[in-house]
């Protein structure tokens, strides 16, 4: 491809600061994000539509996404890394992986499908304005290097961007958090010269992160302590594939090894799934089992580790070896179950009377939802309601020409939809260009146009607290298909590929 196929001969207006890019490049695709699911969707982009034009924005430095931000101590993935790996791309290791671990596998599938061509790193997005009148999006653009102003143009937009804002993490606001003399720091944004050794840490949260952050740091500071408000449900097991090792064994290759160990466990998963709705009583017993076998019957389990929602209802994170539940054992580690009254000067002042004492308090609260990577939308004009566009296949958007956003499963790894979604897109852009078309929009059919709107997500079925902050900035989903939004990897791998392209819900131009 050479400069002059990609230059856009329509004159460049000036971006709202006032600076005119030099020019505009256009491109048949443009992926937001480099994380899994952009690098994914390059792949699946070269492999299945070779002849279009694509390129891949990034703001940060690298790709990675979630894995090249998160840099707290122990990060890891809390799901198995032959299902949140690629379909394409064989996982060797054990399924439980290092962010390191994960960003060489990426790093792999960049450099082994020659993506890298594809990426511009240091560009941030800020605004993507659709023109019906010129069919494209126009995305401006900013080199986080330079500061220089870029333009691009694209006929279809490829949201990868995940969905929670990448520079913040969320803090909830406590009384006298400004006296607190020492650090209070997210895991998000962790920094690189936090000295531990010796502190006393009290992490506040007991989702995946701290559960990951605790038994990391547990034995390298003086103690540290888990503080939740509410328990949480965790799988404890080893860390390795029973039958991955045996195929090895085998001498089988890779990719066999790779699609059998997937199927084992997405049917075991279903499985789960099932079980967890059908006899939760059942399975949160085994669950608590697991827990116990490490602190043994003394321990308050009913305090500590017993949620108030049925197992399944929030992602359930899988910890390796029970290393958390080791570190509690041993002393170098606490659980306290209350909720925070102050912060002190010298720790936090609990509900229950009691006071905790720290050096640091690390806030492992989660994250901002973060719906459209922060780029201000435009429609003709107008700026984009997300919020009031409802989903076809929680994937396309009513109103929304030419977008696509991943948004991946809780419940099952996040590259399983990534993969879906990559599939269909290409699906879609072939179907396009078959019947000559350069525009689709969902549109709410007159049979449609009366059926009961729902949230994103159900909040009966699945609410952790990110989402339920901003479920009111979120599109919504239908009672019906195709604009129902289900979360189920079971029922939409089988239903996604072959979803009717032409049901009079999409609309071409
Ligand atoms: C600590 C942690 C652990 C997790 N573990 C698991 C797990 O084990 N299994 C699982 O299934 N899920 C897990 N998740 C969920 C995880 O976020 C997803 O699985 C997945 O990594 C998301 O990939 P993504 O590419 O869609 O988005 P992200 O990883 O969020 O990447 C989005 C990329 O888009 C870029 N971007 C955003 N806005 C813009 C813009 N305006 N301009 C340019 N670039 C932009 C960002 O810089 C980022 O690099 C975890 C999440 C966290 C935070």
């Not at 707290?72 to 992986?97: N, V």
């Not at 547990?218 to 503080?227: D, F, Q, S, Y």
């Not at 991955?244 to 990719?255: G, S």
């Not at 949230?455 to 339920?468: A, I, T």
Request: glycine share 8%.
């Amino acid at each position: 491809m050479s400069a002059a196929d990609t230059l856009d001969v329509s004159a460049p207006q000036a971006d709202p600061v006032g600076r005119a890019p030099a020019e505009v490049e256009h491109f048949d695709v443009l992926i937001v994000g480099a994380g899994i699911s952009g690098v994914g969707g390059a792949y699946h982009l070269t492999k299945q539509c070779p002849g279009k034009r694509f390129v891949v924005l990034e703001s940060q430095a690298s790709f990675g996404g979630t894995w090249i931000t998160h840099r707290f101590p122990g990060i890891r993935s809390d799901s198995d890394l032959y299902t949140f790996g690629y379909r394409f791309k064989p996982w060797s290791g054990k399924p439980i992986a290092t962010a390191a671990e994960i960003l060489k596998y990426m790093g792999e599938v960049i450099e082994e499908n020659d993506l890298a061509r594809h990426i511009r790193y240091r560009h941030r997005i800020s605004a993507a304005r659709w023109s019906s009148a010129d069919r494209r999006w126009t995305i401006e653009a900013t080199r986080t290097d330079s500061g220089e102003a870029l333009r691009f143009t694209a006929r279809f937009l490829w949201m990868c961007q995940g969905y929670y804002r990448h520079s913040e993490g969320y803090t909830p606001q406590w009384p006298g958090m400004a006296r607190f003399r020492g650090p209070i720091v997210h895991p998000q944004t962790w920094p690189e010269d936090l000295e531990l050794s010796g502190k006393r840490v009290v992490v506040i949260g007991s989702g995946a992160t701290a559960a990951t952050l605790v038994p990391a740091i547990a034995g390298k500071c003086a103690h540290v302590t888990m503080l939740q408000r509410s328990p949480t449900f965790f799988i404890t097991g080893r860390n390795a594939n029973e039958l991955a090792d045996m195929l090895r064994e085998l001498a089988l290759p890779e990719e066999w090894v790779h699609e059998i160990v997937r199927r084992k466990i997405l049917k075991d998963q279903a499985t789960f799934t099932r079980r967890a709705v059908e006899e939760p009583e059942k399975v949160k017993d085994e669950l608590l089992a697991g827990v116990r076998k490490y602190l043994g019957e003394d321990f308050d389990i009913d305090k500590h580790f017993t949620p108030r929602y049925r197992p399944w209802r929030q992602r359930i994170a899988f910890i390796p070896d029970g290393d958390l539940f080791q570190g509690i054992r041993d002393g170098k580690a606490s659980v306290v179950t209350d909720e925070i009254e102050s912060f002190t000067e010298t720790g936090i002042r609990l509900k229950s009377g009691d006071a905790l004492d720290a050096d640091v308090v690390v806030t492992a609260t989660g994250f901002n939802l973060n719906v459209l990577g922060d780029i201000a939308f435009s429609i003709d004009g107008a700026p984009l309601a997300f919020a009031d566009s409802v989903a076809w296949r929680g994937t396309l958007f009513t109103g929304v020409p030419n977008m696509a956003w991943v948004f991946g499963y809780f419940r099952a790894s996040w590259t399983l939809r990534a993969d879906l979604i990559a599939d269909f897109v290409c699906r879609l852009l072939e179907h396009m260009e078959a019947r000559g078309a350069t525009v689709v929009t969902p549109r709410l059919r007159a049979q449609d146009k009366d059926m009961t709107l729902l949230p994103w997500v159900d909040p009966e079925n699945f609410n952790p607290g990110y989402l339920l902050r901003g479920v009111d900035r979120l599109p919504k989903q239908g009672d019906r298909m195709p604009w129902r939004h289900t979360q189920d990897y079971w029922s939409e791998k089988d239903e996604l590929p072959v979803a009717d392209l032409e049901d009079g819900t999409l609309v071409y131009d």
